[in-house]
């Protein structure tokens, strides 16, 4: 069984259920994931327990790159304010 996703053309993400390969043997269930844009060109392969740690760890980082995103903005406006009060 797979099940295949694609997203906005950049990343394609597959599920391999766990099979017997007749020349490989047993493998386990796996997901493959491709990106492919302007900033990124990978390919991985992750077992489940891979994919269950990123999916944990994913939320952290969001959260980190928003607050980022945030103080940065913040620090634009701060400066724009003081550089008009200057020209006042």
Same mark, same amino acid.
């Given at each position: 069984?797979?099940?295949?996703?694609? !997203?906005?053309?950049?990343?394609?993400?597959?599920?391999?259920? *766990?099979?017997?390969?007749? $020349?490989?043997? @047993? %493998?386990? @269930?796996?997901?493959?994931v491709s990106l492919?844009?302007?900033?990124?060109?990978?390919? #991985?392969? %992750?077992?489940?327990?891979?994919?269950?740690? #990123? @999916?944990? $760890? %994913?939320?952290?980082? %969001?959260? !980190?790159?928003? =607050?980022?995103?945030?103080? $940065? *903005?913040?620090? *634009?406006?701060?400066?724009?304010? =003081?550089?008009?009060?200057? =020209? @006042?």
């Open positions: 069984m797979s099940i295949y996703s694609r !997203a906005d053309g950049d990343i394609e993400v597959r599920y391999d259920a *766990a099979q017997v390969h007749e $020349r490989y043997g @047993a %493998l386990p @269930a796996s997901v493959w492919d844009s302007q900033y990124s060109n990978s390919k #991985l392969n %992750l077992s489940i327990e891979d994919v269950r740690v #990123l @999916a944990e $760890r %994913l939320p952290e980082i %969001l959260m !980190a790159h928003d =607050a980022a995103e945030h103080a $940065r *903005a913040e620090q *634009a406006a701060a400066e724009k304010s =003081a550089a008009e009060s200057r =020209a @006042a």
